[in-house]
């Protein structure tokens, strides 16, 4: 009754067929089936008449997780109800793709990271090994470098990326990061950059100390 995997997003095509107790076609389309899904989602669907009391339904889900479709008449199941199956992730988009940006401050001229979480449209994790993902550093002047290249940690099992950047000057920064020349979804972000440079201890009379 449906394809043994489906795609998030993408409507997809369930077929049954209306038949009296000797398996003969009922093609007046008088019978109320109830088509209903459990997982991923609870939902209801109308299926509509095709001919020689065949009906389909388009469903589509946007969770990748396992689904179960139920066709029913009089609250019974049909013949091979529920359709279960799997739903896959969607393709890794920029609109669900996640930068989740360092603590602020950073100090300047040391390197600081940054992590994108790579996901479908519908917010699905992915398992990409690889992505054409760019990240630009601007200072506060403007001035705008390329950020080190964003990778997937040895490891990790692929889906998180790690992108890191150097600050040399202080002030508001902003760091842009693309995918497929889009901006994933948290991007850009601000760092705020401070000075690097450490304070001294200043000895004074009279047991006073003062941190500079």
């Known amino acids: 009754m449906a394809p043994p995997q489906l795609t998030a997003g993408v409507p997809a095509r369930f077929v049954f067929t209306s038949r009296d107790a000797f398996g003969n076609p009922r093609s007046n389309f008088s019978d109320a089936f109830s088509v209903t899904s459990t997982a991923p989602t609870p939902l209801s669907f109308t299926p509509s008449p095709l001919g020689n009391g065949s009906y389909e339904v388009f469903a589509a889900f946007t969770r990748s997780a396992a689904f179960s479709l139920a066709v029913t008449l009089a609250a019974a199941p049909i013949a ?47 398992t990409d090994a690889a992505l054409p993902l760019v990240a630009i550093l601007t200072s506060p002047s403007g001035a705008q470098v390329a950020a080190a290249a964003i990778t997937a940690p040895a490891g990790s ?40 440079k450490g304070g001294g201890l200043l000895e004074r009379g009279g047991g006073l100390r003062r941190w500079l």
């Open 157 to 196: 099992g692929g889906g998180v990326f790690v992108g890191t950047a150097t600050t040399v000057t202080t002030g508001l920064h902003t760091v842009d990061v693309l995918l497929s020349l889009s901006h994933c979804a948290g991007s850009p972000f601000a760092v705020n950059s401070r000075s690097g």
């Open 80 to 126: 091979a109800s529920p359709a279960v199956g799997a739903v896959a992730t969607a393709p890794t988009s920029p609109l669900g793709t996640v930068v989740i940006p360092p603590p602020s401050p950073v100090t300047s001229g040391r390197v600081f990271a940054f992590t994108v979480s790579a996901r479908d449209e519908f917010g699905n994790a992915r």
